[in-house]
C-alpha cells in the first residue's frame, strides 16, 4: 500500500504559499476545473507538459483542497538520473534531494530507466493507479521549453492508460513572460486514445502517448 497521509500533508501545507507565490509573482491564471470536477472519483491519471522544476508543485496547488483527486502521486526518475559532476550549485543540490526521501514526502516514485519493460518500469505507478489513486506524469520525461515535438514523448503514459482503462486528464502549463496559466483539459478516455481489444504493445504505448500528448499541445496553443 502506497501512504496517502505524508504526500497529502506537504501538497496541502505547501499549496496556500505556493498558489500566493505564483498568484503575486507570475499572476497564475488556473483553468478548466470543472473538468476534474466532472471526474468524481480519484484514480485518474493527469499528464503534464513539463517546463520547471516547479511544475509537480504547481500542479497539486491549483488543485482544490478537497480535491477526490488529492494528493497527486507523481512519477519521477531514479536518484541516478539527477546525479552530476557537481560543478554546478543546482547539481549539487539536485544530488541530496532529487530522487530520494524528499520525493517521497512530496509523493513522487521512480520509474526504473533502461529496462525497456513498462509494467517493471512503472510498478508503482500501476499499483497507486490499481489502489484508486492519481498518478501525475510528465509524457516528454525531461523539462522542455518551448519545444514541441511529439516523436519526443515517452510510451510511458500510453502504458498506463492501456493498462489500467483510467482516465486520463490533459493538463497544459502555459508561461507568457511573467504570467503562468495551468489549464485542465477535457478528459480522455480510453476509447478516445486507443482503438477496443488493441494488444498492449511498445507501439501502442508509443501511439497512445502521441495521442494524449497532442491533447496538452492543443491546450498550449
Not at 101 to 119: C, H, Q
Not at 194 to 203: H, K, Q
Request: proline residues 5%.
Amino acid at each position: 500500500m502506497y501512504g496517502t497521509r505524508a504526500p497529502l500533508l506537504f501538497q496541502q501545507v505547501s499549496k496556500f504559499p505556493t498558489r500566493l507565490f505564483f498568484k503575486v509573482f507570475h499572476n497564475l491564471d488556473i483553468q478548466g476545473l470543472e473538468n476534474l470536477k466532472s471526474l468524481e472519483k480519484s484514480g485518474v491519471i493527469l499528464a503534464s507538459n513539463h517546463i520547471s522544476d516547479w511544475d509537480p508543485v504547481l500542479i497539486s496547488a491549483t488543485l482544490p483542497v478537497w480535491s477526490p483527486h488529492m494528493p497527486l502521486f507523481f512519477v519521477s526518475r531514479e536518484k541516478t538520473f539527477y546525479e552530476d559532476d557537481g560543478t554546478e550549485s543546482l547539481g549539487k543540490i539536485k544530488q541530496y534531494i532529487y530522487g530520494g526521501a524528499f520525493f517521497r514526502l512530496m509523493g513522487a516514485y521512480p520509474a526504473v530507466g533502461g529496462i525497456k519493460d513498462y509494467e517493471k518500469s512503472l510498478h508503482h505507478h500501476l499499483s497507486i493507479l490499481n489502489e484508486n489513486k492519481t498518478v501525475c506524469i510528465f509524457p516528454s520525461g525531461k523539462i522542455r521549453t518551448g519545444e514541441k515535438d511529439l516523436d519526443k514523448t515517452k510510451g510511458g503514459v500510453g502504458f498506463l492508460a492501456q493498462k489500467t482503462g483510467r482516465t486520463v486528464i490533459p493538463v497544459g502549463i502555459k508561461r507568457q513572460g511573467r504570467s503562468i496559466t495551468v489549464i485542465f483539459g477535457t478528459p480522455l478516455e480510453y476509447k478516445d486514445i486507443f482503438n477496443d481489444g488493441e494488444a498492449i504493445t511498445a507501439d501502442s504505448c508509443k501511439v497512445g502517448a502521441r495521442v494524449i500528448m497532442a491533447a496538452v499541445e492543443n491546450l498550449l496553443s
